[in-house]
């Protein structure tokens, strides 16, 4: 009767220690999936351009007239000559298009961030000619009243994002981040790499590049604001 007695005290802890084995192996199990899922959002934390897709990256409007005033900013004028000067003004390609010696012409583009990622906008080619981030004109007033190359604002082939407001003084950003359902506007000043100056009325491919490989791409008219 003893001999069962332990037999069947034996048998039970023997279950016990089982239960015990497995409700330890269950916790650690958990524990590792948190720290393995802690990690993945970490990393898309840090990473702010991974899921963003070209659909996100919508255009809104555009102003690629030879006009003043281009998207309603104070002094942002194109010269009336029928065309958007690059290649014919490469001699003084950075001054301004209105100066004496006129540089190349002006557009700009108003985009909006759709995605809950923010994006950095690297370049764009418009024609297939590249154009980058100035970055003389980090946190820079745009003022585009005098010849200037030290970041008043962007230089030939290059470009400069400020915000979609005209409040003055329109300040040019520090990085070429757009946030998470930002809307900016891309200030870009034509290379003079072009062919051949660009004839109004004629379409310009334009390619926003933010580190994928779907690049948002649009098609827009020179000469036009919509």
């Known amino acids: 009767m003893k001999n069962f ?8 802890s023997e279950v016990i220690s089982i239960l015990l084995l497995l409700a330890i192996s269950l916790v650690g199990a958990v524990f590792v999936s948190n720290i393995i899922d802690n990690s993945v959002f970490s990393a898309v934390d840090q990473n702010p351009e991974s899921e963003a897709t070209s659909t996100d990256l919508k255009l809104l409007s555009y102003d690629t007239r030879d006009s003043t005033n281009l998207s309603g900013i104070d002094n942002l004028d194109n010269k009336f000559d029928q ?61 585009l009243t005098v010849d200037d190359y030290s970041g008043n604002y ?32 891309v200030l870009v000043k034509l290379s003079s790499n072009f062919s051949s100056d660009i004839e109004m009325i004629n379409s310009l491919r334009v390619v926003l590049n933010f580190g994928q490989s779907d690049a948002a791409r649009h098609v827009i008219l020179s000469g036009d604001a919509r």
Request: net charge positive; aromatic share 4%.
């Open 154 to 185: 962007p230089l030939a082939g290059k470009f400069s994002i400020i915000s979609k407001s005209n409040d003055t003084p329109i300040i040019q950003r520090d990085s070429t981040e757009i946030g998470s359902d930002e809307e900016v506007r």
């Open 5 to 12: 007695m332990r037999s069947k005290k034996r048998g039970v």
């Open 83 to 143: 065309k958007l000067c690059t290649v014919s003004c490469t001699s003084f390609a950075n001054n301004l298009p209105t100066s004496t010696n006129s540089g190349t012409e002006f557009i700009i583009i108003h985009v909006h961030n759709l995605s809950t990622q923010s994006v950095y906008l690297r370049s764009i080619q418009i024609n297939e000619v590249l154009h980058t981030w100035d970055s003389q004109t980090l946190n820079r007033n745009l003022v």
